[in-house]
């Protein structure tokens, strides 16, 4: 069973950076996109970035030219390096994993528990 694991959240005055990281333990017969979603209070969980297995990356307009989304397949790890933080980039950051699970050829969605990005003003 795959289980992602992110970090590096914290509290930072806006105009600071953060990097984010999310380690992939277990086995899955094939990953295909990871990526990361965010979720303020009070609003609906919102795409962030995405980045396929060859390295195409997506942005979420918000945070365009502030964040850069990569991977580390080597060491199972991906990350969501932030800088220009805003105020209202605060929220929980998710990553999650897009892949076919073994056995079953079912596709799936595995997401973290989450990790929480405050920005003050």
């Known amino acids: 069973q795959v289980q992602l694991v992110e970090s590096g959240g914290g509290l930072v005055q806006a105009g600071g950076s953060l990097r984010l990281s999310c380690v992939v333990s277990?086995?899955?017969?094939?990953?295909?996109?990871m990526g990361w979603y965010r979720q303020a209070p009070g609003n609906q969980r919102e795409f962030v970035a995405e980045?396929?297995?060859?390295?195409?990356?997506n942005y979420a307009d918000p945070v365009k030219g502030r964040v850069t989304i990569s991977r580390d397949d080597g060491r199972n790890r991906m990350y969501l390096e932030m800088n220009g933080l805003k105020p209202e980039d605060t929220a929980i950051y998710y990553c999650?994993?897009?892949?076919?699970?073994?056995?079953?050829?079912?596709?799936?969605?595995?997401w973290g528990q989450g990790t929480s990005v405050t920005v003050s003003s």
């Open positions: 980045i396929s297995t060859s390295g195409i990356t």
């Open positions: 277990g086995s899955i017969f094939r990953v295909n996109a």
């Open positions: 999650y994993l897009d892949g076919v699970q073994g056995g079953t050829n079912r596709n799936i969605r595995v």
